[in-house]
């Protein structure tokens, strides 16, 4: 070949393909809820707190880093399956301090704050960091939040999707694999756009919806999506409106509050942890049409229920997957005019 035609496949080449993005250079510092974290080099021995860091660093195509996992809500994506059974599970909910340091990790990535912070169920993060272990705090957990208030925190802020693609940009960076990062972020971005479009098209804005997560006892008040956090993102980003009004991140509200809203769909919460009576979603549907209250909604007696991966509730991966599934359920789900 000659040098000539070696250029212009060259040319060719780079004009077709998206530029390679930089390597890392250590060491690397990266400030994380307003922590700053420094890497000497990529981790090698990464135990995560929360199904999401799990499956983001999976997703990253990094499993060979990952030696210990804990806090699952369902069961692992199938196409990390087979790397991820050959990976210990510390806990299935809340993991001990002294089994994740006991695996001598290099990185503890961890999904919300409630779990390693300031009243950290497994530890604080200057727990872990005298031992020279870097905790990575999910960015949607902490950003536009204050998780000293509720169970589960109360949004200052409104979750913004780009707080999702800096974690994965950040994973990326900090192990040098920049390139499957963005690949992902570019591919989410798209269906993202997609399953907006289809809204649109479809007459969202009729439609309204309550996200029900669990519930300490099928008699008491549900865990439901307030009106800030990830599920309600799905419903603006899709024109759709949470009849739920409460800064909460899952506040509980009275099945006679949300029965007097009268939401034009259900959203439930399907996982594979038992910790509440109300993980189960079967058992959530038998709830849903005996009760008296429950029973007259609308959403329950035309079977506008939407059963989703508690996972895809969160930010996660999974996220992109939920929001194409309530896309694709507006159609079905949009009043008569």
Known sequence: MSLRRLSLLLTGLMLSSPLLAASTQYPLTVDNCGVPLTFAQPPQKT???GQAATEMLY???????????????NDVLPQFKDANDHIARLADNTPSFESVTGKRPDFVPV????MVGPQGAVG??????????PTYILPSDCEGKNNRVGADGTRLAAFKVETLYKTLAQLAMIFDVQDRG????????ARLAKAVEQAKTQGSHNVSAVFWFSSPDLNSDPFVAGRKGIPNFMLDTLGMRNVIDSDEEWPTVGWETIAKANPTILVIARMDRRRFPADDHEKKLAFLTSDPVTRNMDAVKHDRIVIMDASAMESSVRLFDGIEQLGAAVQSATPAP
């Not at 997703?59 to 809500?73: K, M, P, R, Y």
């Not at 999904?111 to 409630?114: R, S, V």
């Not at 963005?182 to 971005?189: D, K, N, P, V, W």
């Open 47 to 49: 135990v995560t707190i």
């Open 59 to 73: 997703a990253l195509g990094l499993s060979q880093q990952v030696i210990g996992t804990s806090l699952w809500f």
């Open 182 to 189: 963005q690949q992902l972020i570019t591919g989410y971005q």
């Open 111 to 114: 999904q919300f704050e409630w």
């Open 124 to 133: 604080t993060r200057q727990q872990f960091h005298d031992l020279n272990i």
